[in-house]
């Protein structure tokens, strides 16, 4: 069965839409390809999806070399706001773009329900 591309674009534009304080996301493969994305006008696609794809495959050797296991999310925090990367299985990852006032756990719960409804569209 082939990647459902219609519903994840709906899936991260939801997202993107209804979470406070959320500038950005997108479902990207391990190798740094798009599948979805709803991000700034300013940002490209392509380049962000290549960034993510950096960051997992660093994160995930860190995680090796430090004996912490199998990563799960990747977090980076800057003085304007953070991006958060989160394991969609080994297909994809789920990218979001958050500004500073977004209250953390909130934020962490909506990524998970999304990541729930990101996975199935994978199949």
Known sequence: MAINT?????IVQKFVATTPEVQGAAVVTPDGL??????????????????????LSLGER????????????????????FTILTSC?????????AGKEAKQGVLMLEIKRTVA??????L
Not at 89 to 97: K, M, N, P, T
Not at 117 to 122: E, F, G, I, S
Request: overall charge negative; charged content about 25%.
């Open 6 to 10: 219609h519903k994840l674009g709906m």
């Open 34 to 55: 798009p599948l979805a994305a709803s991000l700034p006008g300013s940002m490209d696609e392509e380049r962000v999806s290549a960034m993510s794809a950096a960051m």
């Open 62 to 81: 860190i995680g090796k070399e430090l004996l912490a296991g199998i990563t799960d999310r990747i977090y980076v925090e800057g003085d304007e706001g």
């Open 89 to 97: 299985g080994d297909e994809a990852v789920f990218l979001v773009l």
């Open 117 to 122: 409804d990101v996975k199935p569209a994978l």
